[in-house]
């Protein structure tokens, strides 16, 4: 079964994003702050030039990932990503209903009104022997809450927010054990990844 991943750029004191949907200068510095350049399926929405190893560690999470889950909010706000998710892999948009406006056909977009837990089902389904990355923003703590989720990689960003959208909450599955992290020291950011090894629903 595919490994289920949640994953994002976090603050020091645990937001992913600042007060009013601000900071992401902060959070996503380490993505252009360096010499290597690496390459996505949509250059014109995200184009990394980092650290050898920031490097490495995303290119590594990029040859591991065959699908994606998202939340309806982030796929608005992104205008999704223009047709072409920067990953380049098909994308399970969760949704209580499906936009009339956006033409699913010939995308890699596929809209799921019957809850989290179908969709990365159908996501793990379609990753094959691939992973799943879950998120960011909300679908990826319900995702950690449902127990739904082997895998936690957080791009820690030495930062101080103050306030904004946590990474983590309302944990009704809370404590959430995980493993001893494997760590990627980059510049300006640290990556972590922690195997999820227990919790109330483990």
């Known amino acids: 079964m595919a490994t289920v ?3 994002a750029s976090m603050s020091l004191d645990g937001f992913i994003a600042g007060p009013s949907n601000s900071g992401f200068e902060h959070l996503f510095a380490w993505c252009r702050n360096g010499d290597v350049p ?5 250059s014109t929405r995200v184009a990394y030039r980092t650290s050898a190893a920031s490097a490495a560690h995303v290119r590594e999470l990029n040859d591991i990932t ?3 889950v998202v939340g309806r909010r982030l796929f608005d706000t992104t205008n999704g990503w223009d047709g072409t998710h920067p990953m380049g892999v098909p994308t399970f ?27 990365v089902e159908l996501a793990r389904r379609a990753a094959g022997d691939k992973a799943v990355g879950v998120g ?6 319900q995702a950690l809450d449902a127990g739904l989720v082997d895998q936690v990689r957080i791009d820690l960003v030495p930062v101080l927010l103050g306030g904004g ?17 494997r760590v990627v020291t980059g510049t300006a950011v640290t990556h972590l990844v922690y195997d999820v090894t227990g919790g109330r629903h483990a």
């Open 5 to 7: 991943y949640i994953e």
């Open 38 to 42: 690496t390459s996505t399926a949509n």
């Open 66 to 68: 065959g699908t994606l």
């Open 93 to 119: 948009v969760v949704t209580h209903t499906a936009p009339e406006d956006w033409k699913a056909e010939g995308t890699p977009f596929t809209f799921v009104t019957d809850g989290l837990a179908a969709a």
């Open 136 to 141: 960011p923003g909300s679908v990826a703590w």
């Open 165 to 181: 959208t946590r990474m983590f909450d309302r944990l009704g599955a809370a404590p959430v054990h995980l493993g001893d992290p």
